[in-house]
């Protein structure tokens, strides 16, 4: 018998101890005969499936608090074992079930015609095959707390894709008029540090660089050669533009930046993301060109400081991310 039938076995014997024993049938005298042999009761083993049952449930309830809190060193591993831990111990306490609480036997006959009380007989089976079961209250909450733990465990993943209805904190980014750009190290970027053929990766300066929208790459080209969008004349001081790092594919970074080297065989500049080749076009407002990325990239007004360092000269064009539902309806907010 697998552990599977076990528990559906378990389970059944307990909805149908929860009903109340089955009533007598006057009709069939032999209705209150056995058809599974009697068997003696074991607390013990009760005892020690319930015990099973609690370990299962507080190693799910562990799982969830691994999964809650970040600052646990070695969360991964944290995770497995209290996942797994909860698993072994439920299939112990099936297994112990199994083995010293549900009455077996092996009967070896031929298959007759159905029986029009072939039915009534398998709840009997099933009634009797826990004849040795005296705590079916306390297994059945034991059996309820895991199975809700386990349950809780399963779905706790699910809030790590994204709030259901607060999507405002997708919109949000660090960028305001006046910050300034750093580089990765904290130092301020200037306008004379950016180069033509490279690409710089910046950050607002006091904020937190873990934002989806704070990475952004700068790179410089001809001013003749821009055709930024209406309204954005003034966004790209000397050549510099700046757009964010997030790609809006599938939210990946913008990693590479293509700078021609043999006109004109070469294609004109354009940011690559190197996981699925989406590539945008900086001299248009980060226009897609190639890939399967489906709205361009979200583009910094930038200005230059008396110093001659980068500000950001307001928030970004768009919404930054991947275009999942509701994204093209919304706008960068701080």
């Known amino acids: 018998m697998s552990i599977f039938q076990r528990l559906a076995g378990l389970l059944i014997w307990l909805f149908l101890r929860r009903r109340g024993p089955a009533p007598r049938r006057t009709e069939r005298p032999d209705a209150r005969a056995r058809i599974v ?36 060193p070695d969360q991964t591993q944290y995770l497995g074992l209290a996942l797994g ?13 199994g083995r010293h609480l549900v009455v077996t036997e092996h009967v070896e006959r031929e298959y007759g015609e159905p029986h029009p009380h072939a039915a009534r ?8 095959s826990g004849g040795r079961m005296r705590r079916g209250r306390l297994l059945a909450m034991g059996a309820g707390a895991a199975a809700t733990a386990l349950l809780v465990a399963v779905v706790t993943p699910i809030a790590s894709l994204g709030p259901v209805l607060d999507v405002e904190r997708f919109t949000r980014t660090p960028w305001r008029r006046g910050r300034r750009l750093v580089d990765d190290a904290g130092r301020p970027i200037a306008a004379a540090d ?7 990766t910046a950050y607002p300066e006091h904020a937190d660089r873990e934002q989806m929208g704070a990475p952004v790459v700068l790179v410089r080209l001809d001013p003749a050669t821009l055709h930024l969008p209406q309204g954005r004349a003034g966004w790209a001081p000397g050549g510099i533009l700046a757009y964010s790092k997030i790609c809006t594919h599938a ?18 500049p354009g940011l ?24 361009p990239l979200p583009q910094l007004p930038l200005s230059i400081d008396r110093r001659g360092h980068l500000r950001a000269a307001g928030n970004f064009s768009g919404p930054v991310g991947p275009s999942w539902w509701g994204v093209r309806n919304r706008k960068a907010s701080t």
Request: net charge negative; charged share 15%.
């Open 121 to 128: 007989q398998v709840a009997q089976v099933v009634e009797e």
């Open 37 to 72: 042999p009697d068997g003696q009761p074991a607390p013990r083993a009760e005892l020690a499936v319930v015990a099973l049952l609690c370990l299962a449930a507080l190693s799910a309830i562990a799982f969830v608090v691994v999964y809650a809190v970040d600052s646990i």
């Open 85 to 97: 831990g909860s698993f072994a111990f439920l299939a112990a306490a099936l297994i112990v079930t």
């Open 272 to 295: 690559v993301c190197p996981c699925h080749y989406s590539t945008f076009d900086p001299a248009t407002g980060g226009t897609v060109v190639y890939g399967p990325a489906g709205r």
């Open 194 to 200: 950016v180069r033509s053929s490279e690409f710089i």
């Open 251 to 268: 939210g990946c970074a913008i990693a590479l930046y293509r700078s021609p080297l043999f006109r004109p065989t070469d294609g004109k």
